[in-house]
């Protein structure tokens, strides 16, 4: 899954991969193994390895989404150029690098 051009996961997304979580909390109670679980269900072997960690830590409710995303405004080219936008192509650029 790749993340939207402003970052983050837009709350379909974000409650689909809270579903995904779920999953694989019971998967962990059935002991399986992490690559396993990242083979089938598309997933890094590092994302399973994180949630095992939480759930291992708080069970379920560590899997929980902390909530929603912060998405970043973008800014359109107009206000970008003008003078008194207090930004420029340079610095946003700068910025994300």
Known sequence: MRYAAAGGYTPAEQQRREQL??????????????????????????????????????????????GPVAREVMRSAEDLDTPNSGASWRSVRSVRQ
């Open 21 to 66: 979580r779920l999953e694989v909390a019971q998967r962990f109670e059935r002991g399986e193994a992490t690559a396993d679980i990242a083979r089938e269900l598309r997933v890094t072997p590092r994302s399973v390895r994180r949630w095992r960690q939480l759930w291992r830590r708080g069970g379920v409710e560590a899997l929980a989404s902390p």
